[in-house]
T-cell receptor, first 115, second 113 residues
């Protein structure tokens, strides 16, 4: 079964450093998403991406964050100048259409720890 | 502010029993509803989707939707210890052409052997 692949599985970084989280969505999917989940809290939407541009972003997704699809397969989330409160699980997801009634497929996540 | 509410639990049921998980949502324009299962430290895994009023069955799982009451539920029949996980309700609306899912905080299910 096709899957969304995320790397690394765990990233430890010092406060103030930049991190790039990587995702390989399912190959024929057109919509891509980043979500995060702080330990013990809800899964929160960060950003959706379609046709090489951001289609929607949440209040969390401020200037510290950026996304990019540098080639035909990768989808990245960059966090500049990380803060302690950025520590969370970051999930990438993809879907064939934006209105996919079958929901979308999540990757296994990257646990980001900011120290 | 669109909200999805779930009882955090834990909901404890004996093996073989029916587990009933509930979810309410605030946005009356919501169109699609999803149940995800999340094991500790893992990513959400889609188990059911529903978009029409009524029941939808898939194996041991039945999703129920009542749009008038803004209520969606998940029944798990013949619960197994392996069903022990957090169950996340997620809602997608089309009112503002948003494709994002809004998640509830999840209900932790514990199935006792």
């Amino acid at each position: 079964e096709p899957e969304v692949t995320q790397t690394p599985s765990h990233q430890v970084t010092q406060m103030g450093q930049e991190v790039i989280l990587r995702c390989v969505p399912i190959s024929n999917h057109l919509y891509f998403y980043w979500y995060r989940q702080i330990l013990g809290q809800k899964v929160e939407f960060l950003v959706s991406f379609y046709n090489n541009e951001i289609s929607e972003k949440s209040e969390i997704f401020d200037d510290q964050f950026s996304v990019e699809r540098p080639d035909g397969s990768n989808f990245t989330l960059k966090i500049r100048s990380t803060k302690l409160e950025d520590s969370a699980m970051y999930f990438c997801a993809s879907s064939l259409t934006g209105q996919d009634r079958y929901g979308y497929t999540f990757g296994s996540g990257t646990r980001l720890t900011v120290v | 502010q669109k909200e999805v509410e779930q009882n955090s639990g834990p909901l404890s049921v004996p093996e073989g029993a029916i587990a009933s998980l509930n979810c309410t949502y605030s946005d009356r324009g919501s169109q699609s509803f999803f149940w995800y299962r999340q094991y500790s430290g893992k990513s959400p895994e889609l188990i059911m989707s529903i978009y029409s009023n009524g029941d939808k069955e898939d194996g041991r799982f039945t999703a129920q939707l009542n749009k008038a009451s803004q209520y969606v539920s998940l029944l798990i029949r013949d619960s197994q210890p392996s069903d022990s996980a957090t169950y996340l309700c997620a809602v997608r609306g089309l009112v503002d052409s948003s494709y994002k899912l809004i998640f509830g905080s999840g209900t932790r299910l514990l199935v006792r052997p």
